[in-house]
């Protein structure tokens, strides 16, 4: 869900003129939701890059990312060691 959320915005700033994502051919949504899906998993393969003001929403898609990958882990180890009490 919140890879479609920054796939969305990141193709509403391409549309706005705002930045681009470089790759030989943007051809639909799913590359933006690609794109969105190896940042915020913090994958970040390096075949499209963002360009322009693309590369501010890629980085806040980055931390998001983070966050949500470390409180996530934070909350399993949390659960885990309350039950081996």
């Given at each position: 869900?919140?890879?479609?959320?920054?796939?969305?915005?990141?193709?509403?700033?391409?549309?706005?003129?705002?930045?681009?994502?470089?790759?030989?051919?943007?051809?639909?949504?799913?590359?933006?939701?690609?794109?969105?899906?190896?940042?915020?998993?913090?994958?970040?393969?390096?075949?499209?890059?963002?360009?322009?003001?693309?590369?501010?929403?890629?980085?806040?898609?980055?931390?998001?990312?983070?966050?949500?990958i470390?409180?996530?882990?934070?909350?399993?180890?949390?659960?885990?060691?309350?039950?081996e009490?």
């Amino acid at each position: 869900m919140v890879a479609g959320i920054f796939a969305g915005g990141m193709y509403l700033a391409s549309v706005w003129g705002l930045g681009n994502l470089e790759k030989a051919v943007i051809e639909s949504w799913m590359d933006y939701y690609y794109f969105a899906l190896i940042t915020i998993s913090t994958v970040g393969l390096g075949d499209i890059l963002p360009a322009g003001h693309m590369r501010a929403i890629s980085g806040i898609a980055a931390l998001t990312g983070f966050l949500i990958i470390s409180c996530t882990a934070q909350y399993i180890y949390k659960t885990m060691s309350e039950q081996e009490d």
